[in-house]
């Protein structure tokens, strides 16, 4: 590409020496036409916009560096010249020290880069018959009226070629490439065009002008800016109002039930920006029967919980009223009453039940559909779009890596010589530091886990000491403000705060690691980055909810033999009915900070800037104001771009799949949650920020297989919450074995006598000195039972504090059901992944006909123009072969 570009594109591609013949752009003022997207002249297209301040006037920079400066601005704008592109300067209404560099592509521009870049343009209308969806009546409710936005003409495609511009559907050179294709093609030109050449090493790009303060910004212009801004239609009937109909039509809040213009909004935006918002739709869509069914079985878990009989029997003062707990920890814990955790096993009653279950082998079946589904949607979407060979032929390689080739290698392909960045050894070597700084970050987060986990210990010891601790406490603050539920809201406030920091330090670590690592294209660079950035992430906020869920209350020991984290602190014990609320409680606090956080970083922190800045604005000056200025004065999107947004969806999507045993409600959080997104992030965009420069995707790029990755660890999760998590297990082995004899004395299978039964007995006078508490004991009992399941024989029994032999039948009703479970949802989704196919039929007979076309029109064609080139010389060239070779004719 780069030797095209020097033989082809740019004849005069490198530093111009002399002062006198650089190239300048054109001066005009402002004609004071707000709505204008065009040059002074009122006939040619503003492409791009470069703002700069004059160095002239600027008084922080010492003298040789602004002249520095102003020498490489001057002689990159040369170079655009050189490439043909056509610039006009302005000098700002509002602040003089700015000046505005309008860009322009000519036809001629656009055809030779379109070609250079494979952009796909249209050959001729679609002319597939396709059937109307039985559902298009229903879907019509939801949908954009199409008199206000119309549905985009399709049209079969084919990579650009100039000498084939005839066989292209070309009714209007100004339209034919449309504002998007136009923005894109111009960033392409300005990331590659040269300013500066120091030890022979070339030095170009907008990107490296903006970081050095060159330039202060690069955008295209949204295409409808007036003093209202989106509020309102362009006053200039020349131009468009596409911005005003986006925001009429599906960032305002009352189209918050309408399907998303996808059409209208990769037309203005890009594919890239238009694939994410399908994405989100999409997702958001599925999420609807997800809700519904977790809905189902919250109530289902409401009306049955007031025939929870372990719950009843925990509450009853008889039963549980009479069962005398031992401490939670040692020395300053006391002895506690089983009636305190009463409100706790209500509302575990409501999450732990029979609807958890059901609801965690759908999710297991729905994230499948979902994935499967999606691929299909993607499918069509690439064909619409016209991204189907988007990677294999139209993607360019970053600048950056360009910048760094001066390796030679053999091209095994083409055995032909090209220049690399590095050797072999040299990429293994970045490679190997590059892994092992991931690795050193992700065991940082690790170790900040495990310091919440020692804060929770520790804390744990004050909060008992401190709360109420009456053994008959009857206080209302103390039925809900227990040790256990303390420790948990701070532990968890507190991780919270750590994970945001560990966010803002990382993200940087993020970018910085993945440039060393140079990939080759924008695809690889972000994909790269979209790992690193999702690893941490996953350890960061998914930690702490692992730990709730597979190791706290599981390595204990007894009372008489506690555990302890570094000789010190004794191990976090679980509520007697098990730390599915307490992990309940996590979600709700890390899922419910992270959204508010978010909005408040996307969307409040841009409002208020953008507010701040026009306020300045109009104090200083009630002049009209040209497009180009107040685009500038909108936030600018930032280099990666939707990253963020993606980002926030698939840890939401881990969330929703990995532990929603533990929460049926959480798919309509992220429901509601998502409806309010889409519209905040289309507000955002087309209100907040500058337009973004349209870019090509063929698909959502890395998040595709790591959501594949987290569908299949969330069966191994919820079936693992179920079974080691909940109690659901225990229960039904009581249940169905050891209520009945010989383990039990109840005649027929009953829930009765279950608290009674598999809290274990503990003699108070086994207690070892360091562990023995100091309140005193009331009462004549000289017994207590442990908080846990641990299912432990009696004192006196000849195996006493050792596991039972109800521990082991549920151990192996435990590992039996995560075995069943785990196989039948597998085997399912297997089965829907095969029946599933990843592309419809309708599209693959729609990619048949393109290949078809652009086989006839662009090769078939040349062959008849051959043909009739040649004309009588053919005609008579056959004439003579026939005539020497026929029979004469007796």
């Given at each position: 590409?780069v030797?095209?570009?020097?033989?082809v594109?740019?004849?005069?591609?490198?530093?111009?020496?002399?002062?006198?013949?650089?190239?300048?752009?054109?001066?005009?003022?402002?004609d004071?036409?707000?709505d204008?997207?065009?040059?002074?002249?009122?006939?040619?297209?503003?492409?791009f916009?470069?703002?700069?301040?004059?160095?002239?006037?600027?008084?922080?920079?010492?003298r040789?560096?602004?002249?520095?400066q102003?020498?490489?601005?001057?002689?990159?704008?040369?170079?655009?010249i050189?490439?043909?592109?056509?610039?006009?300067?302005?000098?700002?209404v509002?602040?003089?020290?700015?000046?505005?560099?309008?860009?322009?592509?000519?036809?001629?521009?656009?055809?030779?880069?379109?070609?250079?870049?494979?952009?796909?343009?249209?050959?001729?209308?679609?002319?597939?018959?396709?059937?109307?969806?039985?559902?298009?009546?229903?879907?019509?409710?939801f949908?954009?009226?199409?008199?206000?936005?119309?549905?985009?003409?399709?049209f079969?495609?084919?990579?650009?070629?100039?000498?084939?511009?005839?066989?292209?559907?070309?009714?209007?050179?100004?339209?034919?490439?449309?504002?998007?294709?136009?923005?894109?093609?111009?960033?392409?030109?300005?990331?590659?065009?040269?300013?500066?050449?120091?030890?022979?090493?070339?030095?170009?790009?907008i990107?490296?002008?903006?970081?050095?303060?060159?330039?202060k910004?690069?955008?295209?212009?949204?295409?409808?800016q007036?003093?209202?801004?989106?509020l309102?239609?362009?006053?200039?009937?020349?131009?468009?109002?596409?911005?005003?109909?986006?925001?009429?039509?599906?960032?305002?809040?009352?189209?918050?039930?309408?399907?998303?213009?996808l059409d209208?909004?990769?037309?203005?935006?890009?594919?890239?920006?238009?694939?994410?918002?399908?994405?989100l739709?999409?997702?958001?869509?599925?999420?609807?029967?997800?809700?519904?069914?977790?809905?189902g079985c919250f109530?289902?878990?409401?009306l049955?919980?007031d025939?929870?009989?372990?719950?009843?029997e925990v509450c009853?003062?008889?039963?549980g009223?009479?069962i005398?707990?031992?401490?939670?920890?040692?020395?300053?814990?006391?002895?506690?009453?089983?009636t305190?955790?009463?409100?706790?096993?209500?509302?575990?009653?409501?999450?732990?039940?029979?609807?958890?279950?059901?609801?965690a082998?759908?999710?297991?079946?729905?994230?499948?559909?979902?994935?499967?589904?999606?691929?299909?949607?993607?499918?069509?979407?690439?064909?619409?779009?016209?991204t189907?060979?988007?990677?294999?032929?139209?993607?360019?390689?970053?600048?950056?890596?360009?910048?760094?080739?001066t390796?030679?290698?053999?091209?095994?392909?083409?055995?032909?010589e090209?220049?690399?960045p590095?050797?072999?050894?040299?990429?293994?070597?970045?490679?190997?530091?590059?892994?092992?700084?991931?690795f050193?970050?992700?065991?940082?987060?690790i170790?900040?886990?495990?310091?919440?986990?020692?804060?929770?210990?520790?804390?744990?010891?004050?909060?008992?000491?401190?709360?109420?601790?009456?053994i008959?406490?009857t206080?209302?603050?103390?039925?809900?403000?227990?040790?256990q539920?303390?420790?948990?809201?701070?532990?968890s406030?507190?991780?919270?705060?750590?994970?945001m920091?560990?966010?803002?330090?990382?993200?940087?670590?993020?970018?910085?690691?993945?440039?060393?690592?140079?990939p080759?294209?924008?695809?690889d660079y972000?994909?790269?980055?979209?790992?690193?950035m999702f690893?941490?992430?996953?350890v960061?906020?998914?930690?702490?909810?692992?730990?709730?869920?597979?190791?706290?209350?599981?390595f204990v020991?007894?009372?008489?033999?506690?555990v302890?984290?570094?000789?010190?602190?004794?191990?976090?014990?679980?509520?007697?009915?098990?730390?599915?609320?307490?992990?309940?409680?996590?979600?709700?606090?890390i899922?419910?900070?992270?959204s508010?956080?978010?909005?408040?970083?996307?969307?409040?922190?841009?409002?208020?800037?953008?507010?701040?800045?026009?306020?300045?604005?109009?104090?200083?000056?009630?002049?009209?104001v040209?497009?180009?200025?107040q685009?500038?004065?909108?936030?600018?999107?930032?280099?990666?771009?939707?990253?963020?947004?993606?980002?926030?969806?698939?840890?939401?999507?881990?969330?929703?799949?990995?532990?929603?045993?533990?929460?049926?409600?959480?798919?309509?959080?992220?429901?509601?949650?998502?409806?309010?997104?889409?519209?905040l992030d289309?507000?955002?965009?087309?209100?907040?920020?500058?337009?973004?420069?349209?870019?090509?995707?063929?698909?959502?790029?890395?998040?595709?297989?790591?959501?594949?990755?987290i569908a299949i660890l969330a069966?191994?999760t919820?079936?693992?919450?179920?079974?080691?998590?909940?109690?659901?297990?225990p229960?039904l082995?009581?249940?169905?074995?050891?209520?009945?004899?010989?383990?039990?004395?109840?005649?027929?299978?009953?829930?009765?006598?279950?608290?009674?039964?598999?809290?274990?007995?503990?003699?108070?006078?086994?207690?070892k000195?360091?562990?023995?508490?100091?309140?005193?004991?009331?009462?004549n009992?000289?017994t207590?039972?442990?908080?846990?399941?641990?299912?432990?024989?009696?004192?006196g029994?000849?195996?006493?504090?050792?596991?039972?032999?109800?521990?082991?039948?549920?151990?192996?009703?435990?590992?039996?059901?995560?075995?069943?479970?785990?196989?039948?949802?597998?085997?399912?989704?297997?089965?829907?992944?095969?029946?599933?196919?990843?592309?419809s039929?309708k599209?693959?007979?729609?990619?048949?006909?393109?290949?078809?076309?652009t086989?006839?029109?662009?090769?078939e064609?040349?062959?008849?123009?051959?043909?009739?080139?040649?004309?009588?010389?053919a005609?008579k060239?056959?004439?003579?072969?026939?005539?020497?070779?026929?029979p004469?004719?007796?």
């Amino acid at each position: 590409l780069v030797l095209e570009l020097n033989q082809v594109i740019i004849p005069t591609y490198g530093t111009v020496p002399d002062q006198q013949n650089l190239h300048t752009a054109e001066w005009a003022d402002f004609d004071d036409k707000p709505d204008s997207l065009f040059f002074s002249d009122g006939k040619r297209r503003i492409d791009f916009v470069l703002v700069y301040e004059d160095e002239s006037k600027k008084i922080t920079r010492k003298r040789s560096d602004r002249k520095k400066q102003k020498r490489k601005r001057q002689v990159y704008e040369s170079n655009l010249i050189n490439n043909g592109l056509q610039l006009e300067a302005t000098r700002s209404v509002l602040d003089e020290k700015l000046i505005f560099v309008k860009v322009h592509a000519p036809w001629e521009v656009l055809c030779t880069y379109a070609e250079v870049m494979h952009i796909k343009l249209p050959l001729q209308p679609n002319d597939l018959k396709t059937r109307d969806s039985a559902f298009n009546w229903f879907s019509r409710i939801f949908r954009v009226d199409e008199n206000i936005i119309k549905p985009e003409q399709e049209f079969f495609t084919a990579p650009f070629r100039k000498e084939h511009l005839s066989n292209f559907y070309i009714q209007d050179k100004d339209t034919f490439f449309n504002p998007a294709t136009r923005s894109r093609i111009v960033h392409f030109i300005l990331s590659r065009v040269e300013y500066a050449t120091k030890n022979k090493v070339k030095k170009f790009g907008i990107n490296k002008l903006l970081d050095t303060g060159i330039y202060k910004a690069a955008f295209p212009l949204h295409d409808n800016q007036d003093k209202s801004c989106f509020l309102h239609p362009s006053t200039d009937p020349d131009c468009p109002s596409e911005r005003y109909l986006l925001y009429r039509e599906w960032a305002h809040p009352k189209n918050i039930f309408k399907l998303q213009p996808l059409d209208f909004i990769r037309k203005y935006y890009g594919e890239k920006i238009g694939i994410y918002f399908a994405w989100l739709g999409f997702y958001t869509n599925m999420l609807i029967v997800a809700a519904v069914v977790g809905v189902g079985c919250f109530l289902y878990g409401c009306l049955t919980k007031d025939n929870c009989t372990w719950s009843q029997e925990v509450c009853d003062p008889n039963i549980g009223g009479n069962i005398i707990m031992c401490p939670q920890c040692d020395k300053v814990c006391t002895y506690w009453n089983l009636t305190i955790t009463c409100e706790s096993s209500k509302k575990l009653c409501i999450f732990d039940s029979f609807g958890t279950l059901v609801f965690a082998l759908f999710m297991g079946i729905w994230v499948t559909l979902f994935l499967e589904f999606w691929k299909r949607r993607q499918a069509e979407l690439e064909y619409e779009w016209d991204t189907v060979e988007y990677l294999e032929q139209e993607e360019q390689v970053r600048p950056e890596y360009e910048a760094r080739c001066t390796h030679v290698v053999m091209n095994e392909i083409t055995q032909q010589e090209e220049y690399v960045p590095y050797t072999a050894c040299g990429k293994c070597i970045r490679m190997t530091f590059c892994t092992s700084a991931v690795f050193f970050w992700i065991i940082l987060i690790i170790a900040s886990v495990v310091g919440i986990i020692v804060y929770r210990l520790s804390v744990f010891l004050v909060f008992s000491a401190t709360l109420p601790q009456h053994i008959n406490g009857t206080e209302a603050i103390r039925k809900y403000l227990t040790p256990q539920t303390a420790t948990s809201v701070t532990a968890s406030l507190i991780s919270f705060i750590v994970i945001m920091v560990l966010n803002v330090v990382y993200e940087k670590v993020a970018i910085l690691i993945t440039d060393f690592e140079l990939p080759r294209t924008q695809t690889d660079y972000e994909n790269s980055l979209t790992t690193k950035m999702f690893l941490f992430q996953f350890v960061n906020y998914y930690s702490s909810c692992f730990y709730i869920a597979f190791f706290k209350g599981k390595f204990v020991g007894h009372p008489g033999n506690p555990v302890y984290w570094l000789g010190k602190y004794r191990n976090e014990e679980c509520d007697p009915g098990g730390c599915l609320l307490e992990l309940t409680t996590q979600l709700a606090i890390i899922v419910g900070g992270k959204s508010i956080w978010n909005n408040i970083q996307e969307v409040l922190l841009p409002w208020v800037k953008n507010l701040i800045g026009r306020y300045c604005a109009a104090a200083r000056s009630e002049k009209v104001v040209p497009r180009w200025e107040q685009d500038y004065h909108l936030q600018p999107i930032g280099k990666l771009g939707l990253f963020y947004e993606y980002l926030e969806m698939v840890i939401q999507f881990g969330f929703v799949t990995l532990f929603v045993a533990s929460f049926p409600l959480a798919p309509l959080l992220a429901l509601v949650n998502n409806m309010l997104e889409i519209r905040l992030d289309a507000w955002k965009l087309t209100t907040q920020f500058r337009r973004m420069v349209p870019q090509k995707a063929q698909d959502i790029g890395a998040w595709q297989p790591i959501m594949q990755g987290i569908a299949i660890l969330a069966v191994v999760t919820n079936a693992m919450i179920i079974a080691f998590t909940s109690d659901m297990i225990p229960r039904l082995v009581y249940y169905w074995s050891f209520s009945v004899p010989p383990y039990g004395s109840h005649s027929s299978h009953t829930m009765k006598g279950y608290i009674n039964s598999t809290l274990s007995v503990f003699n108070i006078s086994d207690f070892k000195n360091a562990s023995k508490p100091f309140s005193p004991w009331f009462g004549n009992q000289t017994t207590c039972r442990q908080v846990y399941r641990d299912l432990r024989y009696p004192p006196g029994h000849q195996h006493q504090y050792e596991y039972n032999i109800y521990y082991w039948h549920v151990i192996a009703a435990k590992l039996a059901f995560i075995i069943v479970m785990e196989h039948v949802i597998y085997f399912v989704k297997f089965i829907i992944s095969y029946v599933i196919p990843d592309v419809s039929q309708k599209t693959k007979s729609k990619v048949k006909r393109e290949k078809y076309l652009t086989q006839k029109l662009l090769h078939e064609n040349d062959l008849k123009v051959v043909k009739k080139t040649m004309g009588k010389i053919a005609d008579k060239i056959i004439k003579g072969v026939d005539s020497t070779f026929w029979p004469k004719a007796e």
